[in-house]
């Protein structure tokens, strides 16, 4: 593994070194327009206004339709951000419980806490909520335009939970042309079927409409439930959005509405209990893809998404609104114990578990999550363009009712059927935010960002008899409590053009992670006391980099960087253990304030286009190494957890003409991760390694292509996941065959 990865990385920098060489050839060669144009051409919105990306003094990466579309599009966020340098999706199997990190920033995991990275959808925040908030749906990968990836702290201009970055998923926008296309895809091993689609209709010259379709049907898949004849990772359902562009005059305007309705993969995992774990003397280890689970596995995701998006030119200055309603409802069941009365029987006749299980034990989660996202900002120049200037604010107001159901096997000393606890979080956030730029020379820029927020968040969360109604747990289920904290986010960057194209930079920013709440104030016996609400975690980090075009094709870019982090928000649990005599229950997991820490790495990207004979070469090359620790604190010196060393991606595409006008067409993708620890707590378990290749080949001919796929090529499995009694395995391989239509 760790060999594949450094032949990677040795491939990387040869490459880097034999740029200036392909350049010269590319400049020799007759170049089609598409080859002609690199990467850092794109022009971007990441500082909220419109500019080529390679002239943006920050750590910024695009993944465009066309990249997408060569490697067959993403239906999840792991395909999705699978060659970008510092970026780790953890996978919990679900897309309602999985999220996203970068640089190193911290994961909520198995809490309601908020994220650490910045989610938008195009412009727009879509983060929060009890689950589902940490990650991306599958509607919102739909009929991409381009994906916006911002690495480092970007509380300036994105405010809240933009410790280590942000992501805007912009979608595909009416154009005003007939066109469309239609992607056809079925996977042999899961007989899974999807398709996606949109269609573009120029109506007049200043209305255009846009309608994009998603659906898939997959009742099979590779984690199997017996009990239920049903897969885990089986998915089911539909996302439909519709888009109307009006453009007249000075005004642009886009107005939105989607929907999904989908059963997603549920929330899974293999029970794993070493022989000679108290109450296991001889252990208990279910089957890597088939778990005995009595609860039927379910769990659904509906999203509903309405949102205005305009523009207006004043002449001098650009106004542009955005304006979001988001409703997002989360459910997935879980059965607790993991086991069936089957095996656990089995199980008490050869010895291996002694001790009582409750096999009727299950969690059935519901979130119902209502957002209102409003931004507006105004941008301009002045001072014969040498002063660029921003000024914007906005409002988020955000509801979540979430509810754990828990259910048992009534006994004659314990008639109660289960639980039921409630929560209702009520959150209000303002911003005001501005930037000011200037040209101190024609090379030398400096440039300032900062923002002021204020939050009011509440929760209300209550524990009652889920067949009585009757209020449990005394005063550590009675939980009422407020907070209002506010924020000054900041960036100073100063940067300077090289020339050929190429920009380098310094920065020093900050950002924060919003505090939040813990539902369950634990036992009173409890060694290590629960709070009801943590406070912010802040961050200010320091960066260097380097980017630029300097050739056509050719784009490049590196960065190290240095983040300090105070009051960081991690997971711990209050020290009870049934083998604890002074708390003999099972621990209750919470989020604190666990201390200072601090994180550093540095990052590489490469990409190019090189004409060939009669088609074209593309590759792109990623790299980074990251680390941390804690520095004060009862976790001082402890590894930050879910940080891997080392990840790595390539990104291959080439098209060449074959036979009777049609072309061939291939793509591999190839990514890598190793080094890193699971938990923060001694003697953690390490983050499992892994290489995956992706490869793809198929023929084109006018506008149709047909490509046969190989994901995972190598049928690698390993642990997404993992901790002292459970796993939870990464997806085999899949072989499929897909057709794209296109006009």
Same mark, same amino acid.
């Given at each position: 593994?760790?060999?594949?990865?450094?032949?990677?990385?040795?491939?990387?920098?040869?490459?880097?070194?034999?740029?200036?060489?392909?350049?010269?050839?590319?400049?020799?060669?007759?170049?089609?327009?598409?080859?002609?144009?690199?990467?850092?051409?794109?022009?971007?919105?990441?500082?909220?206004?419109?500019?080529?990306?390679?002239?943006?003094?920050?750590?910024?990466?695009?993944?465009?339709?066309?990249?997408?579309?060569?490697?067959?599009?993403?239906?999840?966020?792991?395909?999705?951000?699978?060659?970008?340098?510092?970026?780790?999706?953890?996978?919990?199997?679900?897309?309602?419980?999985?999220?996203?990190?970068?640089?190193?920033?911290?994961?909520?995991?198995?809490?309601?806490?908020?994220?650490?990275?910045?989610?938008?959808?195009?412009?727009?925040?879509?983060?929060?909520?009890?689950?589902?908030?940490?990650?991306?749906?599958?509607?919102?990968?739909?009929?991409?335009?381009?994906?916006?990836?911002?690495?480092?702290?970007?509380?300036?201009?994105?405010?809240?939970?933009?410790?280590?970055?942000?992501?805007?998923?912009?979608?595909?926008?009416?154009?005003?042309?007939?066109?469309?296309?239609?992607?056809?895809?079925?996977?042999?091993?899961?007989?899974?079927? =999807?398709?996606?689609?949109?269609?573009?209709?120029?109506?007049?010259?200043?209305?255009?409409?846009?309608?994009?379709?998603?659906?898939?049907?997959?009742?099979?898949?590779?984690?199997?439930?017996?009990?239920?004849?049903?897969?885990?990772?089986? =998915?089911?359902?539909?996302?439909?959005?519709? =888009?109307?562009?009006?453009?007249?005059?000075?005004?642009?305007?886009?107005?939105?509405?989607?929907?999904?309705?989908?059963?997603?993969?549920?929330?899974?995992?293999?029970?794993?209990?070493?022989?000679?774990?108290?109450?296991?003397?001889?252990?208990?280890?279910?089957?890597?893809?088939?778990?005995?689970?009595?609860?039927?596995?379910?769990?659904?995701?509906?999203?509903?998404?309405?949102?205005?998006?305009?523009?207006?030119?004043?002449?001098?200055?650009?106004?542009?609104?955005?304006?979001?309603?988001?409703?997002?409802?989360?459910?997935?069941?879980?059965? +607790?114990?993991?086991?069936?009365?089957?095996?656990?029987?089995?199980?008490?006749?050869?010895?291996?578990?002694?001790?009582?299980?409750?096999?009727?034990?299950?969690?059935?989660?519901?979130?119902?999550?209502?957002?209102?996202?409003?931004?507006?900002?105004?941008?301009?120049?002045?001072?014969?363009?040498?002063?660029?200037?921003?000024?914007?604010?906005?409002?988020?107001?955000?509801?979540?009712?979430?509810?754990?159901?828990?259910?048992?096997?009534?006994?004659?000393?314990?008639?109660?059927?289960?639980?039921?606890?409630?929560?209702?979080?009520?959150?209000?956030?303002?911003?005001?935010?501005?930037?000011?730029?200037?040209?101190?020379?024609?090379?030398?820029?400096?440039?300032?960002?900062?923002?002021?927020?204020?939050?009011?968040?509440?929760?209300?969360?209550?524990?009652?008899?889920?067949?009585?109604?009757?209020?449990?747990?005394?005063?550590?289920?009675?939980?009422?409590?407020?907070?209002?904290?506010?924020?000054?986010?900041?960036?100073?960057?100063?940067?300077?053009?090289?020339?050929?194209?190429?920009?380098?930079?310094?920065?020093?920013?900050?950002?924060?992670?919003?505090?939040?709440?813990?539902?369950?104030?634990?036992?009173?016996?409890?060694?290590?006391?629960?709070?009801?609400?943590?406070?912010?975690?802040?961050?200010?980090?320091?960066?260097?980099?380097?980017?630029?075009?300097?050739?056509?094709?050719?784009?490049?870019?590196?960065?190290?960087?240095?983040?300090?982090?105070?009051?960081?928000?991690?997971?711990?649990?209050?020290?009870?253990?049934?083998?604890?005599?002074?708390?003999?229950?099972?621990?209750?997991?919470?989020?604190?304030?666990?201390?200072?820490?601090?994180?550093?790495?540095?990052?590489?990207?490469?990409? +190019?286009?090189?004409?060939?004979?009669?088609?074209?070469?593309?590759?792109?090359?990623?790299?980074?190494?990251?680390?941390?620790?804690?520095?004060?604190?009862?976790?001082?010196?402890?590894?930050?957890?879910?940080?891997?060393?080392?990840?790595?991606?390539?990104?291959?595409?080439?098209?060449?003409?074959?036979?009777?006008?049609?072309?061939?067409?291939?793509?591999?993708?190839?990514?890598?991760?190793?080094?890193?620890?699971?938990?923060?707590?001694?003697?953690?378990?390490?983050?499992?390694?892994?290489?995956?290749?992706?490869?793809?080949?198929?023929?084109?001919?006018?506008?149709?292509?047909?490509?046969?796929?190989?994901?995972?090529?190598?049928?690698?499995?390993?642990?997404?996941?993992?901790?002292?009694?459970?796993?939870?395995?990464?997806?085999?391989?899949?072989?499929?065959?897909?057709?794209?239509?296109?006009?």
């Amino acid at each position: 593994m760790k060999v594949r990865a450094v032949l990677l990385l040795s491939s990387g920098l040869a490459a880097m070194a034999a740029a200036p060489q392909m350049a010269v050839a590319q400049e020799a060669a007759t170049a089609s327009p598409s080859a002609s144009e690199s990467q850092g051409d794109i022009v971007v919105t990441a500082r909220r206004r419109d500019e080529k990306l390679s002239d943006i003094p920050t750590a910024v990466s695009v993944i465009d339709a066309t990249s997408l579309n060569d490697r067959g599009g993403a239906t999840d966020v792991r395909e999705l951000l699978a060659d970008q340098p510092s970026v780790r999706f953890n996978n919990l199997n679900s897309t309602i419980t999985s999220e996203i990190s970068i640089r190193a920033s911290s994961t909520a995991r198995a809490t309601n806490g908020d994220p650490s990275v910045g989610l938008y959808r195009d412009g727009a925040y879509i983060g929060g909520g009890g689950i589902g908030g940490r990650n991306y749906t599958r509607l919102d990968l739909l009929d991409i335009g381009r994906v916006e990836v911002l690495r480092g702290t970007q509380g300036a201009l994105y405010g809240r939970n933009a410790v280590g970055g942000a992501i805007n998923i912009i979608s595909a926008r009416p154009e005003f042309e007939n066109s469309g296309f239609v992607n056809l895809r079925y996977d042999f091993e899961t007989e899974g079927k =999807q398709a996606q689609g949109a269609v573009n209709l120029k109506l007049t010259d200043d209305i255009a409409i846009r309608v994009s379709g998603d659906g898939i049907s997959q009742d099979k898949g590779f984690f199997y439930n017996p009990d239920n004849d049903v897969y885990f990772d089986r =998915q089911k359902g539909y996302g439909v959005r519709g =888009q109307i562009r009006f453009k007249t005059g000075p005004l642009d305007l886009v107005l939105l509405a989607e929907t999904q309705d989908l059963t997603t993969p549920d929330v899974f995992y293999q029970i794993a209990i070493a022989r000679g774990t108290p109450g296991f003397p001889g252990g208990f280890v279910q089957d890597k893809f088939r778990y005995t689970w009595n609860t039927r596995p379910r769990a659904t995701q509906d999203v509903d998404t309405y949102q205005a998006l305009a523009t207006l030119d004043l002449g001098g200055a650009t106004l542009s609104s955005t304006t979001s309603y988001r409703v997002r409802n989360s459910q997935y069941d879980l059965d +607790n114990d993991g086991i069936d009365a089957a095996d656990l029987a089995a199980a008490r006749a050869r010895g291996d578990i002694v001790v009582n299980i409750d096999t009727g034990a299950a969690s059935h989660v519901i979130d119902t999550t209502k957002s209102f996202n409003q931004d507006l900002h105004l941008t301009g120049k002045a001072l014969g363009d040498r002063l660029t200037w921003l000024v914007g604010g906005d409002v988020l107001i955000l509801k979540s009712d979430y509810q754990v159901s828990t259910t048992r096997t009534v006994t004659p000393t314990n008639p109660s059927i289960g639980t039921r606890a409630p929560a209702s979080l009520d959150y209000k956030s303002y911003a005001a935010y501005g930037s000011l730029g200037y040209d101190l020379t024609d090379t030398l820029n400096v440039t300032g960002e900062v923002r002021y927020t204020k939050d009011d968040r509440a929760l209300s969360a209550r524990l009652f008899d889920l067949g009585t109604g009757v209020p449990l747990g005394g005063a550590a289920r009675v939980v009422d409590v407020r907070i209002k904290p506010d924020n000054v986010s900041y960036n100073a960057t100063l940067s300077y053009k090289l020339g050929g194209g190429v920009l380098t930079y310094a920065k020093i920013g900050s950002s924060y992670r919003a505090g939040g709440f813990n539902t369950n104030l634990g036992d009173p016996r409890q060694p290590t006391p629960i709070q009801a609400a943590y406070g912010n975690e802040n961050s200010t980090s320091y960066e260097i980099g380097i980017r630029g075009a300097p050739a056509k094709g050719l784009y490049f870019a590196a960065a190290g960087y240095y983040t300090d982090l105070s009051n960081l928000i991690a997971q711990t649990d209050n020290g009870c253990a049934v083998t604890n005599p002074a708390c003999p229950v099972a621990a209750t997991s919470f989020l604190t304030n666990a201390g200072d820490a601090r994180s550093y790495g540095v990052e590489a990207e490469l990409s +190019n286009v090189l004409p060939v004979a009669n088609g074209q070469f593309r590759f792109a090359l990623s790299a980074s190494w990251q680390g941390g620790k804690v520095t004060s604190g009862k976790f001082k010196d402890f590894r930050l957890p879910q940080v891997p060393d080392w990840l790595a991606s390539v990104n291959v595409n080439f098209r060449h003409g074959f036979i009777a006008g049609t072309t061939i067409v291939a793509n591999l993708l190839y990514s890598v991760q190793f080094g890193g620890v699971q938990e923060l707590k001694v003697n953690s378990v390490k983050l499992d390694d892994f290489d995956l290749l992706n490869l793809r080949l198929g023929i084109e001919k006018g506008p149709v292509t047909v490509s046969l796929f190989a994901d995972n090529v190598f049928d690698q499995i390993y642990r997404v996941a993992r901790d002292t009694t459970i796993n939870r395995y990464s997806t085999p391989r899949v072989i499929g065959i897909e057709a794209r239509f296109h006009w």
